[in-house]
């Protein structure tokens, strides 16, 4: 799940003028694949059992995280962060298997949510903040934080899963748009090329380089093909908590120059964008939706900065 430090995880790093709130029924134009999504009808939340250790947000309104705990992390929480982020990537892989038309949201929530359980690990989305759900899935024009409920995958519909899970007192968290069906050319390359940005953007993340180098990198690339680059929900740093106060851009800006150090742990998670830069929030107060109903992709990894580059600790089990 990726961050705006200070409301849920976030701040607003460009305050958006035109953000509003977008409620059951709202009234919308047409767009070539699909209309423009509108909420679902909710599904039951998922349980967990008691014995899998949760982390000690679950179901408060606030949460003990970005309040100073330090980047730089300590081998065994390196070592335990290897095992978090296996099991959310190939939670994502499972998941992402399953992306077709006629399957709902909420299914791939199920699957992501029994994965993660059966590999003794917490959906670490699940009553972050009361997020009601185990993973985010957001299709087409929603930007991020889509919750799973009973809408229906279309031919044509790109759809993002983001998965975090928690286990061993450690996060790793993982996200990926994966194709429905026949997919438009335009939208497949915008696919392809977010995950082209994502893969760039971790090559320069490097010890002794400021922290600032993902994002330029990230959107001198995105720019050649005009799409734009999401600005107000960001890439993080991640560990014995979801989000650690370290804030990873991913345009270009001086804002943050943090210096990238071995030990520390953090995601890069580009959204990238046809249309503009303007979105609403929904009355969940959470899924963000483009206002110009232009398609999102984003992809996602948590990295670890070596000695000699980074180690992506969200790579999937070849036989998953």
Sequence with gaps: MNCVPGVHCRQQINPNPNVEKLGLGASMVGMATRAPLTPGTPTPIRTVPKQIPRPEY??????????GEPFVQTPETIEAMREASKIAANALQVAGAAVAPGVTTDELDRIAHEYMLDHGAYPS????????????VSLNEIVCHGIPDTTVIQDGDIVNIDVTAFKNGVHGDTNATFLAGNVSEEHRLLVERTKEAT????????????????????ESYARRFGYSVVEDFTGHGIGTTFHNGLVVLH??????????????????????????????????????????????????????ITEDGNEILTLPDENI
């Design 58 to 67: 679950v179901w408060k309104d606030t949460v003990q995280e970005a309040m």
């Design 199 to 218: 893969m760039r953007g971790i090559k320069a993340a490097k010890p002794g380089r400021q922290i600032n180098v993902i994002g330029r990198v990230i």
């Design 125 to 136: 989305c699940l009553g972050y903040r009361n997020f009601p759900k185990s993973v985010c």
């Design 251 to 304: 345009f270009d800006s001086e804002r943050y120059t943090n210096e990238l150090v071995p030990g520390m742990t953090l995601t890069v998670e580009p959204m990238l964008n046809l249309g503009g830069l303007d979105y609403e929030i929904w009355e969940d107060d959470w899924t963000v939706q483009n206002t110009d109903h232009q398609f999102s992709a984003q992809f996602e990894h948590t990295i670890l």
